[in-house]
């Protein structure tokens, strides 16, 4: 990583931390709201608490606002990731021991990367590559049902959906990362939850008591809303594949409350799995990505100063504070460290020139040879 991804991999952490202990602390109040519930609760907290901070923080011109065009993003993120992974969560942690369940919460991590390779043009080299080995093998450990019957137990695969759904939203978020992380948050924490709580309501599942309900909103509060905000911060600088790695000490984080809640002797899957989910985790926190590059003329609002990608000259001088607006960038090659930031977001190929797209010649990143731009223009609405 870079210099200027440091502030970036501390919202990543922070984010980290937040979410790895909700699941534990989620996990015990299972016991009085039941699931679907308990998913509502949590994102109607965590978009409040956003809300609230929206007002106190009062309006800002440096940070860009959602468009029209943002709208599908935005409602595949809402949906996936705060509508149907918390509620698939919920219902894997009624079945998997909380430090188990923590740890396979790294196969977000795996689920945001190949999506992000596949789908949305995210180099990854052979430190992913390997790092989504090793998790993969962890959560094939930690999901074995051990029972003497074949095939993984539905608690675990539960989980592992919520993490392929987590991974979906990862990919959507990013597609809008450059906008108001504040303005994403309330329409991903309020929505998410309104559709979960009318699910929870439709199925039975009665309210918790004026107590247990306060404690669950405050949970989805601190764990869920500021975990989401700056999570959105780092996947604007840090590409979506690349949050996630960091993101995956999450798991740890929460495996180790666990331990601290429940003390006792982690079983055998729990002990192998640990240093497997380790090692995948550090790989992807540790990638390094430089090659030759070219940025195509692109459009776009988002928060900015003025620096080396910046160079468009305002009415009124040039401007060295943070602000936002539609902006246009010149085409630019050049070569630098780099993520898959919102100005980075290339292609990458291996041998084959894609028809119509410059080359740009060098070896560069790990397993590739050179990069192609891709132009995007798009008109704020």
Request: contains cysteine; hydrophobic residues 45%; proline residues 6%.
């Amino acid at each position: 990583m870079t210099d200027g991804s440091r502030v970036p991999i501390l919202f990543a952490l922070l984010a980290a931390t937040l979410f790895g202990a909700s699941a534990p602390l989620a996990k015990l109040l299972l016991s009085s709201v039941p699931p679907v519930m308990l998913a509502a609760l949590l994102y109607i907290g965590a978009g409040t608490a956003i809300v609230v901070v929206r007002f106190l923080r009062g309006p800002t011109e440096r940070e860009a606002p959602l468009a029209r065009r943002d709208a599908p993003w935005l409602a595949g993120s809402a949906i996936a990731g705060g509508f149907l992974a918390p509620v698939l969560l919920m219902l894997g942690l009624s079945f998997t021991p909380a430090a188990a369940a923590s740890l396979l919460l790294n196969v977000e991590a795996v689920a945001t990367a190949l999506l992000a390779a596949a789908f949305f043009h995210e180099g990854i080299g052979r430190r992913v590559m390997g790092a989504i080995g090793l998790i993969t093998a962890a959560g094939t450990v930690l999901s074995y049902e051990p029972s003497g019957e074949p095939g993984l137990s539905l608690g675990a695969l539960g989980i592992i959906g919520a993490c392929a759904l987590w991974g979906l939203d990862n990919n959507c978020a990013r597609q809008v990362s450059g906008k108001d992380p504040f303005a994403i948050g309330t329409v991903k924490g309020l929505g998410a939850g309104a559709l979960s709580f009318a699910l929870a309501l439709s199925i039975g599942d009665p309210l918790p008591s004026p107590e247990t309900g306060l404690a669950v909103l405050l949970l989805g509060a601190i764990c869920y809303g500021i975990s989401m905000v700056t999570f959105l911060l780092a996947l604007r600088h840090l590409g979506a594949s690349r949050t996630a790695g960091i993101f995956g000490l999450a798991p740890f984080i929460g495996a180790g409350i666990s331990l601290l809640i429940a003390p006792g002797i982690p079983d055998w899957q729990f002990v192998i799995a640990l240093p497997l989910m380790a090692a995948g985790a550090l790989l992807i926190a540790r990638e390094h990505h430089e090659h030759p590059h070219i940025h195509e003329t692109m459009t776009h609002a988002h928060r900015h100063s003025h620096d080396e990608h910046h160079r468009h000259v305002h009415e009124d001088g040039q401007s060295a504070e943070v602000h936002a607006h539609v902006h246009t960038h010149e085409r630019l090659e050049h070569s630098h460290p780099h993520t898959p930031d919102i100005h980075h977001r290339h292609r990458h190929l291996k041998g084959e020139r894609r028809r119509g797209a410059p080359r740009v010649g060098g070896t560069g990143g790990e397993g590739e040879q050179g990069c192609y731009g891709v132009t995007e223009i798009s008109t704020e609405k």
